[in-house]
C-alpha cells in the first residue's frame, strides 16, 4: 500500500539488474533515492560512461524521473552527472542508465551494486506557448548574464 504522498512507478528487473536493491530513499527526509550499478566499469580522468543500473520503469503520465549527482561522490571524487538533472521521461521503457563523468585527476572504479546517483520523482507542468508582438516590461529588462549581480560601491 502506498501513502497518499507517493506515486507508485512499476519497475522491471533486467536480467543483469537481478539481485540488486531497487533504488531507495536513504532517510525518511530524502528526496532522491539512491540508484546503484548494475556493472563494474572504471572511469578514465576526463571519461564519461552511461552506467547500467538494471532497471526500466514506467513513469506515470506528467511525471519524470530526474537523474542527479551524488554529493559525497562529486565532493570526494569528481564523479558527477554531466547533464545534470539528466531526465527518465514517462514513455520511456528502455533500461535506465546514469551517465557519469570523472572531473578527478584518477580513473574512478565503480563495483556492481555501488550507489551512482539519485533519482528523483517530479512532476511536470509542460507549457503552450502564446505568440505575441510585445512582452510586459520588468525592473530587469533585456539584461543578460550577470545582469543581477550589481556592483556594491564602498563608501561615498
Known sequence: ???????????????????????????EGAAGMDVVSAEDVTIPSGGRHAVATGLSVAIPVGYEIQVRPR??????HGISVPNSPGTVDSDYRGEVKVILINHGAEGFDIRRGDRVAQLVLAPVTRASWVAVEELDETARGEGGFGSTGGVVALGS
Open 1 to 27: 500500500m502506498h501513502s497518499p504522498n507517493e506515486v507508485p512507478v512499476m519497475v522491471k528487473v533486467l536480467p543483469h539488474g537481478q539481485g540488486l536493491d531497487l533504488p531507495v530513499y536513504a532517510t
Open 71 to 76: 554529493s559525497g561522490l562529486a565532493l570526494k
